[in-house]
């Protein structure tokens, strides 16, 4: 079936339930540990080096709750 066809209720046999969701929760997640640790670095040890490796996971790790989150806006349609 193409991808403009009619599709089946979603969880059935042609529109399978996703993970999408979890995958989500574990992209917040990763955001919240990653955004507490650059400011701990910053804050508590006073690392540069490592409050900007951290800073930067954390703004990949957006990256990726945004991608996640279009995902399933996409998988709704």
């Known amino acids: 079936m ?3 066809g009619v599709r089946g209720a979603f969880g ?9 969701w979890m ?14 640790g650059a400011v701990l670095a910053w804050v508590w040890a006073a690392s540069v080096p490592l409050t900007v ?13 945004y991608w996640v989150g279009a995902r399933i806006r996409g998988e709704r349609r």
């Open 2 to 4: 193409g991808r403009d």
């Open 12 to 20: 059935s046999h042609d529109r399978p339930a996703s993970a999408l």
């Open 23 to 36: 995958r989500l929760g574990l992209a917040l997640f990763g955001v919240a540990v990653l955004g507490t």
């Open 53 to 65: 490796v951290l800073s930067a996971g954390t703004f990949v790790a957006a990256l990726n709750v």
